[in-house]
């Protein structure tokens, strides 16, 4: 078999790159499930110790299952006797007299997942030497049972008994029993391959989703066709168990009923069956993620030929591992010899650990490269972050993980791999159905939330206000997950005994505290949006009357003080609620401020200032201001400052405490004011008969009329200069409109004054000659050009 880096090259079209090395990873836990499932599934069953005498009971117990073997039997035990010699020590002998025995009973006296898990971990380091003691001592005694088949003894001819009442009683069962599952299976598998097919042509013809704006947030997922997948993944895989289990179950009606006497069916087949069904549910559960013939049933998405060769590898690998563990091994112990046996297993659990540390080895940097790459594509950093630290942790994680197993398999056989198929079936459920969670979460919360077109116009924040609510609900959500899933993790490792801990009265304590406190963040919120829509209801321009000035302030502010007091508030029932005595901090809170009062006099002097301002309602928004020098429109006002946008476009963030006067230029209402200056040798009445035509034209106008309030007031002359005089108007508008008006109206009085020849004067020298009293101009003295006088 190629390398995985050779095979990558050959076929690099996964749309997830990390997928590529996920199966090398994955395989150690499938590995561990199909094993210790088995075994768990033969609990009842002794387990064979290194004496033999479980496996010693199941042979005898085959070898008695017939009249004829029983009486064989009992002729050779008769002849065995007759023919007793001095009793020689066998090399078994010798090895357990050298060697003393394995007390295992400190190990199996603290089951794992007991209150006694204590016990186990201090006992690790006992268990591993013994592990090697006994590994030393099976090899020497499968050493020595080989050269005692090479001498032709007594114990070859026990072997060569038991060989021959195996090929007859054991085997050929077994292997009716193996043929008939087997057999079954590939037609219940070819019945299913059919409903895999169909399910694969009902994904591919999901129906399009249909648009945001035009159907329900259900209706858009049901017709998904990642909702159709999903269903038809799970229906697959179901469908694959019910094969697994009619499979299992026919090969144990033919070793029940169609084999030795009536209703009962030998260890070893028996023991077939269960491993098929446990080894055959993994095999299951890989076909569900890779799906080789159908890329519509598969997890997740990437080529064929990746998906086929990671299936069949990891198929193979666990069908070795089960089927040689759970039947070769049981079979050798009870034909040849347990000790050979063992020292099988132990082959078989070494040759999965080699290769597995191998294909960590060899992917180490390319599994961190793409998980890092993967990272770098993700748009959300919570889930950027977790799988970068993976990307540095995980050659550690496995490597850690297959010697575990490799060393718990040998020294705890009755208690660690029960308890490691538990706690590996625990950690991929629970990361499983975190990642699940936290996926489905992530892709609804991803679309954004649309309002109807009504209800954005009455309401405009409102569609923006709830949106912007979902990325901190999201990012709560995942750490609220990590941590449950963490927790878990930790509970099924026994490092921490989360049942215990949610039945105590801290852990009840911090639930109910975590609820508390999302209930409350979620009732905040929801004040907040009610109190913020209404305002914004009445800020409307929509409806029947529109705001005033007055009232979009008002309200402006009192969105401004409900913000604050929902936020404190919130903060102190949080606090409450996770154990802080909040009376101090309230008594603290009066302590600062009352020490604010003192030191931030200013701060103090600007809420003061801007509370007389707002009660004698001296601005509000939109309104056309003078402040501390500053002239222009109030844009924003809070109960500290006002921001005024002056005509060039700056912003001016003037705090009250600089305010001395306010000058307001739309109140109630206006006046266009206006000085006209007038040549001396134009005539008063002309100039104003003028002026008033002017206003005549400007009153034909529809908009100006509806800005002016009253007729043209013109005074008179009211002031004579040097150059002319001037003639004051004043046209009364609405609040704001003199603008406006004044630009409209000195439009048109110049328009009328150039048409009468009325002179605007403007900056000029006049020359003239003095006249004597009797009418006499004096000459004036010339002198020519270069000429004397």
């Known amino acids: ?134 590994v030393s ?41 193996m043929f008939a599952t087997i057999v079954s299976f590939l037609f219940f598998r070819a019945i299913a391959a059919r409903i895999y097919a169909r399910s694969n042509r009902w994904i591919t013809a999901a129906p399009a989703v249909p648009h945001p704006d035009t159907a329900g947030e259900s209706a858009r997922f049901v017709g998904s066709e990642l909702y159709r997948k999903s269903v038809a993944i799970i229906f697959a895989m179901v469908v694959d168990t019910v094969a697994i289990v009619l499979a299992g179950a026919v090969g144990y009606a033919v070793g029940l009923f169609g084999i030795g006497e009536p209703e009962q069916i ?76 063992h020292l099988l297993g132990i082959v078989i659990m070494l040759a999965v650990y080699i290769h597995a540390i191998n294909t960590i080895r060899i992917n180490r940097k390319t599994v961190r490269e793409n998980l890092e790459a993967y990272a770098a594509t993700t748009s959300t950093s919570f889930f950027s972050t977790l799988i970068r630290i993976l990307a540095r942790v995980w050659h550690t994680l496995a490597i850690v993980y297959f010697t575990v197993l490799l060393i718990v398999s040998q020294i705890a056989p009755h208690d660690a791999l029960p308890f490691m198929a538990e706690a590996t079936l625990q950690t991929l459920i629970a990361i499983g159905i975190g990642l699940l969670l936290s996926t489905v979460a992530s892709s609804i919360l991803a679309r954004r939330i649309r309002l109807s077109d009504d209800l954005r116009k009455r309401l405009p924040m409102l569609e923006s206000r709830i949106n912007s609510y979902v990325p901190p609900a999201l990012k ?18 026994r490092a921490f005994n989360l049942g215990a801990w949610i039945a105590s009265d801290r852990g009840s304590a911090v639930i109910i505290a975590t609820v508390h406190v999302a209930i409350i963040l979620v009732i905040a919120a929801l004040i907040w949006t009610t109190i913020a829509s209404i305002i914004e209801h009445r800020l409307s321009p929509v409806g029947l009357r529109a705001p005033s000035e007055r009232e979009k302030t008002l309200l402006a502010l009192f969105r401004n003080a409900a913000l604050v007091v929902i936020v404190t508030l919130t903060i102190l029932v949080v606090l409450s609620q996770i154990g802080i005595d909040i009376a101090p901090l309230i008594a603290g809170a009066g302590v600062v401020g009352l020490a604010i009062g003192f030191g931030a006099q200013k701060l103090v002097q600007d809420v003061i200032t801007g509370v007389f301002i707002q009660l004698e309602n001296g601005m509000n928004q939109n309104d056309v201001v003078e402040v501390a020098g500053i002239f222009g429109t109030v844009e924003k006002i809070t109960i500290r400052s006002v921001g005024i946008r002056t005509l060039d476009g700056g912003f001016h963030m003037i705090p009250f405490s600089s305010v001395d006067k306010v000058s307001n230029h739309t109140r109630d209402f206006s006046y266009h004011y206006g000085e006209y200056a007038i040549a001396y040798r134009e005539n008063v009445d002309d100039a104003m008969a003028e002026l008033r035509n002017a206003f005549n034209e400007l009153m034909q106008d ?71 009293k009797d009418g006499t101009i004096p000459t004036l003295p010339v002198m020519p050009a270069g000429g004397a006088a």
């Open 1 to 134: 078999m190629s390398s995985f880096s050779h095979h990558r090259n050959m076929h690099p079209s996964l749309s997830h790159p990390f997928l590529r090395h996920l199966p090398g990873f994955v395989l150690a836990l499938l590995l561990a499930l199909s094993l210790s499932t088995a075994l768990a599934q033969n609990t009842d069953t002794p387990q064979a110790g290194t004496s033999g005498v479980t496996t010693s009971y199941s042979a005898l117990a085959d070898l008695l299952e017939t009249e004829a073997t029983r009486k064989q039997l009992i002729a050779e035990l008769r002849s065995l006797a007759a023919q007793a010699a001095p009793a020689t020590a066998t090399p078994a002998e010798s090895k357990q007299a050298a060697t003393p025995p394995v007390d295992d009973n400190n190990v199996r006296s603290a089951p794992i997942g007991q209150d006694s898990n204590v016990l186990f971990s201090r006992n690790i380091a006992d268990g591993i030497q013994n592990f090697i003691g006994s």
């Open 702 to 772: 529809a908009e100006m009329a509806d800005a002016v309030l009253e007729d043209i007031s013109i005074p008179g002359v009211t002031s004579l200069h040097e150059r002319g005089y001037n003639i004051r108007v004043l046209i009364k508008t609405k609040p704001g409109m003199q603008w406006p008006v004044q630009r409209a109206f000195n439009r048109l009085v110049k328009q009328y004054f150039d048409a009468a020849g009325i002179e605007l004067p403007y900056p000029h020298t006049v020359l003239s000659f003095h006249q004597e």
């Open 266 to 341: 030998s260890t070893i087949a028996s023991l077939f069956v269960n491993t098929f069904v446990a080894v055959e549910i993994v095999k299951a559960l890989v076909r569900g993620v890779f799906s080789p013939r159908f890329d519509r049933l598969r997890l997740f998405t990437m080529s064929d030929d990746i998906a086929r060769y990671w299936c069949t590898w990891l198929e193979r690998v666990i069908g070795i591992m089960g089927y040689g563990i759970m039947v070769l091994v049981p079979l050798v112990k009870t034909i040849v010899s347990p000790t050979i046996g």
């Open 476 to 493: 709560g959500f995942h750490v609220l997950n990590l941590m449950v899933v963490t927790l878990v993790v930790l509970d099924a490792w």
């Open 137 to 177: 001592a099976d090899f020497s005694e499968a050493l020595a049972s080989v050269r005692a088949m090479g001498t032709r003894d007594e114990t070859v001819e026990g072997l060569d008994n038991r060989l021959s009442h195996a090929w007859r009683l054991i085997l050929p069962d077994l292997l009716l029993v």
